[in-house]
């Protein structure tokens, strides 16, 4: 994975002392509480109902384990002796102090680490597809060019105060396991007919109150304009994107009110004009980096067969693991979504113990997942059930990925202060429902997803099943949402009708899952069936 | 009229009356010019070889619009001189040199000694924005 040179450490010890020096005027006065708000956030620094929340960058969700060990150290040392894992395959914390945050800080630049621009209206961390550089079906790696645009976007200096926060996607397979065409640019990195790889465009997807999915704007921009096109793409954002409401401020408005085809040609008239300018790193900076993101060592010849007869290592296999590229190895999926448990939440130990589990079975590589879970890239099909016997041990044995138990949630009312409704008390409460191992084999992939304000940080538009929390009159509400997908045949979920109280969602839950399980035909996921039998069977069981 | 407090260039500055972008086209005795947020600076390009002065106003620091109008001048030729005016603050010091900015009046003088920090900052950059520096991709690779 990539390594910082003297540059990159320089860059992040000088934010370091940029925002202590922030902090400093802040607690002496000389910035109001409102001047310091958009400083702060640009430092993943959020005032929340009960504290400080400070939120880490894990770029592209890539990490090693002494990274992952510091994590554990902060949650520790700075917070209450927990981390979340969060949608933007970074990490928070919910529990700071305004005035250990410098040091925080400074001890993540040890690791080479930051919690730049992960809040705030700037580019926020680029997400990834956590099996980049490991999956059989990709074409390339895509990390090296979501790191070349970490390094654009970092600081940049024309775009820090863009009219919203600003996401960006980088995938190189056909099946989307980031949501890409939910980005405010998604990136998707393709070979042409030529045998050359360059960049596909989408832009003006996004979640929040209006979800809208990214049009594809650019079927090809060469590795060498990669840059300048993505300039030109902000610029016209920058300049353009509504700044009179911050509901309509983010570029899916932009290029809905213009519509695909002029914010398309206004785009092309600026990257015309910037070609000129020579702002594109040459290609042999993406070698460069490129050169960090090589293949571990891996070993030649292993078998690759696995012994399945211990039928708890052979649930989690088939739940689980996902298919590696190279022979005799696979990719382990760590779930943090026990029964019952906080969905993304680990403990200071828990992540300790990943990372040196990370290091001892994974070539000292991790990933955060945009679901909220860990993967270990690169393990050995020899090792992988001394690794699960571990993880298991440690209450990190959960074999539900992409099943119903694998919920994503916001944290809700519980900690945001936007937060209309709780999430992780549904959640909870769907898990325990739930909980049984048959039900969970008969509902098969069933990906469920809960936001407790319409800002959908849980991404509720995108699940198979989506629940939004609203305020009814002073009263905690659950709207139902079927149909949604955030993978390459991404949708936007429909509302059901008249939402729900915080019991009254489980048992809505459980009444759609029983149509679906009465209505399945052969293979059918739950979303095919709904595909193929619209609203009306699941209308009828819940409001009939 | 707010003083400038920080100017990065040698020749003397310029104080004329600074009119509106739309009015700019009809006086063409005017040499300085005004860019609010919602300005096209496009406008100006065909009027370069006139304008002495651009000033671009912050009416609050957080919209940013005014660092991409320093920018189209700047990647069209302009030489002159281009005024942050309005909510400047320390913490944009450093951003909107590197867009082109060159001269700061601020309708709040900034401490001096905080504001020479901000413009000292960043040894380094990651970005080519058309103000001479070299980006660190630059010095990796000796281009």
Known sequence: MYKYDQYDQQMVDTRVAEFRDQVRRRLSGELTEEQFRPLRLQNGLYLQLHAYMLRVAVPYGTLNSEQMRMLGDIADKYDRGYGHFTTRQNIQYNWIKLEDTPDILADLSTVEMHAIQTSGNCIRNISSDQFAGAAADEVIDPRPYAELLRQWSSFHPEFLTLPRKFKIAVIASETDRAAMKLHDIGIKMVRNDAGEIGAQFYAGGGMGRTPMIAPMIREFVPLDQLITYAEACLRVYNRYGRRDNKYKARIKILVHELGKEEYTRQVEEEFAHLLTQGIEPPLAELERIGAYFQDPPFEIGLADDLDLSDPDFRLWVERNCHAHKAPGYISATVSLKPVGGIPGDASADQIRLMADLGKEYSFDEMRVTHAQNIVFPHVRKADLYALWRKLDAADLGTANIDTVGDIIACPGLDYCSLANARSIPVAQKISERFAAQEKQDALGEMKLKISGCINACGHHHAGHIGILGVDRKGVENYQLLLGGSEAADTSLGQITGPGFDENGIVDAVEKVADVYLREKQGEERFLDTYRRLGMAPFKEALYG | ?143
């Open chain 2, 1 to 143: 009229m707010v003083e400038v407090q920080f100017r990065f260039r040698e020749d003397e500055a310029v104080n004329d009356p600074a009119v509106t972008v739309d009015a700019f086209a009809e006086q063409t005795n005017a040499t300085a010019v005004r860019i609010e947020p919602g300005d096209d600076a496009r406008a100006l390009l065909p009027h370069l070889d006139r304008i002495a002065l651009v000033e671009v106003n912050f009416p609050a620091w957080t919209d940013g619009r005014g660092y991409s109008s320093a920018r189209v001048l700047r990647e069209a030729g302009y030489a002159g001189e281009i005024r942050a005016v309005g909510d400047v603050v320390i913490d944009m010091l450093s951003h909107l040199k590197r867009c082109g900015f060159d001269a700061f009046a601020p309708a709040h003088p900034l401490d001096p000694e905080d504001a020479q920090a901000a413009f000292d900052r960043w040894d380094n950059v990651y970005q080519a924005t058309g103000d001479g520096r070299k980006p660190i991709w630059a010095l990796r690779h000796g281009v």
